[in-house]
């Protein structure tokens, strides 16, 4: 509903306040015009013409610029409005004017030298996406298997591709070339792969790089799809075929445990929910999507033998009535964090989570803004991005809540400490009537100093000990 209103709206408003600039007829052709052009260049630029793409590129721009500058001028307009009528009606001359017409032509004037000042600093800024870095600490339990299975791990994560006529090659060639240096255990793909026919891909020679950059990944390329497979979908495109095709593992509503074997992590991709809307496939609920899974008695209890990640397009969060174990760690896409002025201010009170590292539904989760951008290609107030995650895994102790790894063969445990310490202490505990008060005396002082030196010396080990057990200890690869 919200996208057949808002346009309806946006057009209404640009009319009415367009018209103004200038009167009769040519009012309402110079009103007329960009509204035309803008539906226009939605419908053309599915030819794939990079001509058309352009034309939409600054229409939609335009359009987002002038109508937040015709709202504020309306509202100021009708203040004023009211305040001269309060003058009016205290007997004030009141002086026709054209003051709304010369402010309508200095808006519209204002709104496409703003729109060329986005497009002049946004289109270099995306096309250099940023590389960001994160570290994800992975909490799992011993009681299912031993530390020496626990592997640290990395991926690097990217969400909305979005390739169309004005995407370009070179940015996917980086990407492949950065990830080939990384090489990563996983590439994680977030959904939102094309938004043209994968019969164009083909045609335009992706399949190769497509394979290429799941190449990279040491044990496996993972994808999910987004909102936009579903338009590409309702249009013949098989765009989830196209990535199977080239390497990847395509998740809709499953989950994959990688490697087979000894599985190093889990991944739950869910369906998107504008796909299970429209071709009304209801999305399973997470417990489904568990109990399903290869390492189901694992991922259902509290505690994981194996991370758990959750891939989800949008950050809609968890269901509410979900009452088990929570993934790991959760990655989406879809918002862009807001792409340009002013969508990067609105879309913090659109999304709990609009964009970064956060909790939702009492998960770790992390949202990326994209490594490129729908329609037009222009980031200003929000970047493009790809994530390299560094997933460490810790072992955590059922009963006592201490994190475990290995441990050290040169380390004593303490509780052989204790009793070597308490056996020690008894045997110099010196005690005989034939000993004269002096010799007791400095066999008590001797005593005490060597009780000291042996506390000092156990503590010293205890702390060396602690730290291969304490704190922020990382299971061994």
Known sequence: MFFLIFPITAVLVLYLNIRKVATGNKGVLIAGLPIILTFASFFLARSNSQIFAAVQCFMVIWLCQALWMYLLWDLFFGV????????????????????????????????????????????????????????VPVTLHPSFVAPSSFRNFKAVFFSDLHIDPLFKKEKLERLIAQCDSIKPDFILFGGDFADVHDSVLTAEGYDPLIQKLASTARIAAVAIEGNHEVYMERSGSDPAGFLRRNGWIVLDDSTACLPARKPTACFTGRRDFQKARVFNEPRKTLEELAVGSPMAESLTNKEHDVPWILLDHQPKGIEDEYGKSRPDFALSGHTHDGQFFPGNILIKWIWPLAYGEGTLSETHWLVSSGVDSWGPP????????????????????????????????????????????????????????????????????????????????????EKDFAKSITGDVRAVQ
């Open 80 to 135: 004023r409005f009211v305040w001269k009528k309060l003058r009016a009606k205290k007997g004030h001359p009141q002086y026709r004017t054209n003051f709304f017409r010369n402010g309508s032509r200095a808006i519209l004037a204002a709104t496409v030298l703003l729109t060329a000042g986005l497009l002049a600093y946004g289109i270099p800024n995306h096309y250099d996406y940023k590389t960001r870095t994160l570290e």
């Open 378 to 461: 222009v980031r200003a107030g929000s970047d493009t991005e790809i994530w390299i995650l560094d997933f460490k895994t810790i072992m955590k102790a059922e009963t006592t809540g201490r994190l475990l790894t290995k441990r050290p063969r040169a380390v004593l445990s303490a509780d052989s400490l204790i009793r070597s310490t308490q056996g020690l202490q008894k045997a110099m505990k010196i005690e005989s009537p034939e000993i004269s008060p002096e010799m007791k005396a400095e066999l008590d002082s001797l005593n005490k100093v060597a009780s000291e030196n042996l506390k000092n010396e156990m503590d010293s080990l």
